[in-house]
């Protein structure tokens, strides 16, 4: 690792150059732990909305696993939960540590 003016967070020279031009910093403990928590938290709170408007829109509980219902239904509530929870934890953990690479 490279170790200069800027402090020993600083990522390697030879690190990917963002696109607008600026080296990525490495993230800190606490940018880890605060990116960790929020996205828990983000998830609690998907998974609340999304039940919620599944209960305001079909006039029913969500689909249990147990429960004899068609597979459609089955199969549209895990992808909505799915999408939602993982798009919310991702925007969480991005805002609070942002990404430090480029393209996957």
Do not use: C, H
């Not at 150059?17 to 080296?23: C, H, L, N």
């Not at 998830?43 to 597979?71: F, G, H």
């Not at 953990?93 to 430090?100: A, E, F, L, Q, V």
């Amino acid at each position: 690792m490279a170790k200069d003016k800027l402090g020993k967070n600083k990522a390697k020279k030879d690190a990917d150059i963002q696109p607008d031009g600026s080296v990525p910093l490495k993230p800190t403990l606490a940018q880890s732990l605060g990116a960790i928590i929020a996205g828990v938290l983000a998830v609690k709170v998907a998974t609340y909305l999304v039940t919620t408007l599944w209960r305001l829109v079909t006039r029913e509980d969500p689909p249990q696993i147990d429960m004899d219902i068609s597979p459609g239904k089955k199969a549209a509530w895990i992808a909505l939960v799915g999408a939602a929870s993982g798009a919310a934890r991702q925007m969480a953990r991005d805002k609070i540590k942002p990404p430090t690479g480029g393209a996957a």
